[in-house]
């Protein structure tokens, strides 16, 4: 990411040396119970050096990229137990013209994928990596397709999408594209290089509940955020301004269970030092809280806000874009409402300049590194406990009857229940002590899952939508109140009937019948039932008489 701007620091010898008592103590910001750890020190080759944000693997160990270090010093990926034991997987070599220091993504099938910004020309390419260390290189960029590439998420439909921030068809705004496993890639949208109101290096990926994509630009002016359908159908949510009212260029979007979205701003806000906000769907933004080096000890946040089991966010801030200046960065809390804490301050010996951000662990503890401190300057790796619980973690959020779910958490066993919304899932299969998968049984409901061991239940932080279907319905064709009875799956949490979307009254039988009256008005065309897990319409058409 590149910058047009710079802060204006209020650097104060009080600040500094406010920072210095808290920090080189190691002691704690907030009043709340916490334990920070260093878990590792990076010290280059052959370990790893400068990284960035960490994934959970199947195993429960956290895998990441490095931009330097490995056995070649070309940068490697390794993965570190919860206590701290690390492991280089995969040093890169100069055939794979590394290095390859983005974060990765867990895939459905337990590999990892990610992107490489060098290689391929220069332009970069995707790569798969096994648990066990197999490198295979996926796609290579030829530059119309997109430079500097990312894997950022795997979608609702399998498929993996992500972002060029560079090149594409349309003067190197960059490109927004999928990709299957197999790494047969198709460009969904080119962005265009250029001024005024047209967006471009995008960044910051997520799929929404909607099924849509949001990210953010960097490009024009503060930069902007957007939606995108599956089929590249672009809309301009927010525009940023800068200046003491609004925020600039913005990092990643987090969708909360609120519904809305929450990110952070590099720059602007009432002292220029960045600021955290909330958009609504419809993209009206809200300033949350605007950074001050003197009171938060730390600015310029550009890691994505987490959401945690207690329903505050997480993140860091690293005190500014350049090395070397007074304040080394900070991990923060803040509230929905936009009530800010700092919970720790780094001071050099403790880890540096946090720029990845953080995740967190089904053991419900934060981790995390930093790109510079430590015993050798290169970095260290974190845990931040605060106190929070264990949970487990859903490797899809939604699907139908009979879909086969993963879910990684710890202290499994093969008595271990799983309930789908409280519906008991009749059949599992468990792969050692953090992950087991669970096949979505009839009549189960939209709503958390659980898993429950012994006297221990973790609970899912992300939602399950249980999809409905509708595969039948009798009489074929009927006059305005005749009453038809639809058959179907998962159909007992139902909202809403609709014959070619005219609402109807309708009354749930069971899970997999409904009756419903053809209401006045109503027209030949579909019949659609919408549950809280989403819409299932018939395949044929409801003739009205």
């Not at 400068?50 to 199947?58: A, I, W």
């Not at 983005?102 to 995707?126: I, K």
């Not at 799929?207 to 994509?213: L, M, P, S, T, Y």
């Not at 898993?451 to 006059?479: A, E, R």
Request: proline residues 4%; glycine residues 16%; charged residues 10%.
């Amino acid at each position: 990411m590149r910058f047009g701007n710079t802060s204006s620091f209020r650097m104060f010898a009080a600040v500094v040396a406010a920072v210095a008592v808290l920090t080189f103590t190691g002691a704690p910001i907030s009043a709340q119970a916490q334990t920070y750890t260093v878990l590792d020190n990076f010290t280059g080759q052959p370990n790893p050096a400068t990284g960035v944000q960490m994934t959970q693997g199947r195993d429960g160990d956290l895998y990441g990229t490095w931009y330097q270090g490995g056995a070649n010093n070309l940068g490697s990926i390794f993965k570190v137990t919860p206590s701290g034991a690390v492991t280089v997987v995969y040093s890169l070599t100069s055939a794979d013209n590394g290095p390859c220091g983005l974060s990765l993504v867990l895939g459905n099938d337990g590999n990892f994928y990610g992107g490489c910004s060098s290689g391929s020309a220069g332009n970069g390419y995707l790569f798969k990596l096994t648990p066990s260390g197999t490198f295979t290189h996926l796609h290579a960029f030829s530059g119309t397709d997109g430079t500097n590439p990312s894997l950022v998420l795997q979608g609702t439909d399998g498929n993996y999408y992500g972002f060029a921030t560079t090149g594409g068809a349309n003067g190197g705004g960059g490109t927004f594209f999928k990709t299957t496993a197999a790494g047969k890639l198709t460009t969904i949208y080119s962005f265009t290089n250029g001024g005024g109101s047209v967006a471009w290096q995008p960044n910051g990926l997520i799929q929404g509940k909607d099924g849509n994509f949001y990210g953010v630009t960097i490009e024009p002016g503060g930069g902007t955020l957007f939606k995108m359908t599956s089929t590249g159908v672009l809309t301009l949510l927010h525009a940023f301004a800068g200046g003491t009212t609004d925020g600039s260029y913005p990092g990643g979007l987090t969708q909360g269970t609120d519904g809305n979205f929450y990110g952070a701003t590099v720059f602007s806000g009432a002292n220029n030092e960045g600021t955290i906000y909330k958009m609504t769907p419809s993209g009206t933004v809200t300033l949350l809280h605007s950074f001050d080096q003197i009171t938060d000890l730390s600015a310029q946040p550009q890691a994505n806000l987490l959401q945690a089991n207690d329903g505050n966010f997480y993140s860091t801030a690293v005190g500014c874009n350049y090395f070397g200046c007074a304040t080394q960065g900070v991990i923060f809390k803040i509230t929905p409402p936009g009530a800010y804490t700092t919970l720790q301050a780094f001071d050099g010996t403790n880890g540096a300049y946090p720029w990845p951000g953080l995740v967190l662990d089904t053991n419900g503890t934060f981790y995390g590194t930093t790109n510079q401190g430590g015993s050798a300057n290169d970095g260290v790796i974190y845990s931040l406990n605060n106190g929070l619980k264990a949970f487990v973690s859903l490797g899809s959020t939604s699907g139908k009857q009979a879909a086969k779910i993963n879910i990684i958490g710890q202290g499994f066993n093969s008595s271990s229940v799983v309930k789908f919304g409280g519906t008991q899932a009749t059949t599992v299969t468990r792969t050692g002590t953090t992950f087991l998968t669970a096949t979505v049984p009839a009549a189960a409901l939209t709503g958390s899952v659980t898993v429950t061991t012994g006297t221990t239940t973790l609970t899912s932080l992300q939602t399950f939508s249980v999809k409905p279907s509708l595969t039948s319905f009798t009489p074929p064709s009927g006059p305005v109140g005749t009453v038809v009875t639809l058959t179907g799956t998962e159909l007992t949490q139902a909202t809403k009937v609709t014959f070619n979307g005219k609402s109807a009254t309708f009354t749930v039988n069971s899970d997999t019948q409904i009756t419903a009256t053809v209401p006045t008005g109503a027209t030949t065309g579909k019949i659609a039932v919408t549950t809280k897990g989403g819409t299932a319409t018939s395949t044929t058409s409801f003739t009205v008489n």
